[in-house]
């Protein structure tokens, strides 16, 4: 066992201890508490040499452990304070443990980048699945499987996901954000509400399918393993809290726009137009353009705690999604065209330039809302009225994003921040239109 894999899984015993949280109930902190003082006062010996990472080895300090005691022991602290699920602090701590020894497995048998990522996701996911059975069985519940089931993918995903960005001493804050996300889509997930057999179907087909979609993306290169990990985590997310029909509609825009991409790239590529990575969407790339998307959902999935109806949300999602397609098609194919104008002041500009489109480019933005408008009248029953609000939403936010390409990218928000301002605009109009014409 070589030094990295034997640190990754002393972590994962440190991570063990959170199953003791059951028992010790509002002081389940202290045994992470105790563990931050002992990596406080260890500074060399046969302990030191298992914690320690090669950054700590200069520093000659377990900082790394003691961060990640720490960040277990505050998110411990909300158990008894927010009457956070025992259940969920257990996955939220055994996700990063138990992950990385995972990635580390799969890297002493091959050193390949995906299937390390993958690794970690699946030793993940078991683990948090089985604390929470672990959970259950200690304080005699009655385990609900399909809901654990969907409380460990999403905890693997979601850190997945963060340690593509992050790495082992930013674990306070990937523990944080895990535990607070996964808290809330626990609390909102409707499995509890509906038979075992739909919600095992649920579950099932949302992991089948979007992993499946994921891996295709991947082989064909449309995503980064980060971006395949986000679409994958979205995808569960859409069948899960909102419905298949959500989930087609999110599918539509990530194939209908990696296609997009890959249209004609090497000729994009020579005029400068092209994406970068050979068109392999990243995750912040496909958060930019679905995160709107996927507060509609979260607020859809609230609506009984929120103002305006879900009907409201229902469009703000369609909206956003029509958006970010016909934000991507208009820049894809537009990019192929010559003399594009400034959108803000109709000069002639270099293709490229931000805030630049073209009629041939606005012709395929509106075609994409319409496709998404399309879907929407399958899968949610919207009628012709509610098509032309969700195509009335998917110009604005196009349009919103041409005018902050050329008005605020570059110094102020980068091209992600500007697609996220758009799509988020979209799912606004969507709403509104929605409320306006009387649909909500």
Same mark, same amino acid.
């Given at each position: ?11 994962? *015993?440190?991570?063990? #201890?959170? %199953? ?9 902190? /202290?045994? @992470?508490? !105790? +563990? &931050? ?63 990385? *020894?995972?990635?580390? #497995?799969? %890297? ?9 990522? /993958?690794? @970690?996701? !699946? +030793? &993940? ?86 992993? &499946? ?228």
């Amino acid at each position: 066992m070589n030094w990295s894999l034997r640190r990754a899984l002393a972590f994962a *015993l440190v991570a063990t #201890l959170s %199953l003791a949280a059951p028992l010790l109930g509002q002081a389940a902190a /202290v045994p @992470f508490a !105790v +563990v &931050a003082v002992l990596g406080a006062v260890v500074t060399d010996g046969w302990l030191f040499e298992v914690f320690s990472t090669a950054q700590d080895r200069r520093e000659q300090r377990l900082r790394t452990l003691i961060a990640f005691a720490l960040s277990a022991a505050g998110v411990g602290l909300l158990v008894p304070i927010f009457d956070v699920p025992a259940g969920v602090f257990v996955a939220s701590v055994l996700v990063v443990g138990y992950g990385d *020894l995972g990635r580390r #497995l799969v %890297l002493q048998v091959r050193e390949n980048r995906t299937l390390s990522m /993958v690794g @970690f996701v !699946v +030793v &993940a996911g078991v683990a948090a699945f089985g604390g929470q059975a672990a959970v259950t069985s200690l304080t005699g519940g009655t385990p609900n499987y399909p809901q654990m089931v969907f409380v460990a993918a999403s905890a693997a995903l979601l850190a997945g996901i963060m340690r593509t960005f992050f790495v082992a001493r930013d674990d306070p804050l990937l523990l944080a954000t895990v535990a607070l996300l996964l808290w809330l889509f626990a609390v909102l997930a409707p499995l509890s509400e509906v038979p075992a057999a739909v919600a095992w179907e649920r579950v099932a087909v949302a992991l089948v399918v979007t992993s &499946a979609f994921g891996w295709v993306s991947r082989a064909l290169g449309a995503t980064s393993v980060a971006g395949m990990l986000t679409g994958v985590f979205l995808g569960l997310l859409a069948v899960v809290l909102g419905g298949y029909g959500w989930f087609v509609v999110l599918v539509a825009f990530f194939a209908v726009g990696s296609l997009s991409t890959k249209f004609k790239y090497e000729r994009k590529a020579e005029r400068g137009v092209a994406e970068p990575n050979d068109g392999a969407r990243g995750t912040g790339n496909v958060l930019g353009n679905s995160a709107a998307a996927l507060i509609a959902l979260l607020l859809y999935a609230a609506h009984a705690h929120v103002p305006f109806s879900d009907v409201a949300f229902l469009f703000a999602y369609a909206g956003s999604v029509a958006t970010a397609l016909a934000d991507t098609l208009s820049s894809e194919l537009g990019g192929l065209f010559d003399e594009p104008r400034l959108v803000t002041t109709f000069e002639r500009v270099e293709p490229g330039t931000d805030g630049a489109v073209t009629w041939q480019g606005e012709v395929a933005g509106l075609a994409g809302a319409a496709v998404i408008a399309a879907l929407s009248v399958v899968v949610f029953d919207l009628g012709a009225l509610g098509a032309g609000a969700v195509v009335g939403a998917g110009v604005v936010g196009m349009t919103a994003d041409s005018v902050a390409g050329a008005t605020i990218e570059g110094d102020r928000l980068g091209n992600q921040g500007v697609n996220f301002l758009a799509t988020l605009t979209g799912g606004v109009a969507g709403g509104l239109l929605a409320l306006a014409v009387g649909l909500a």
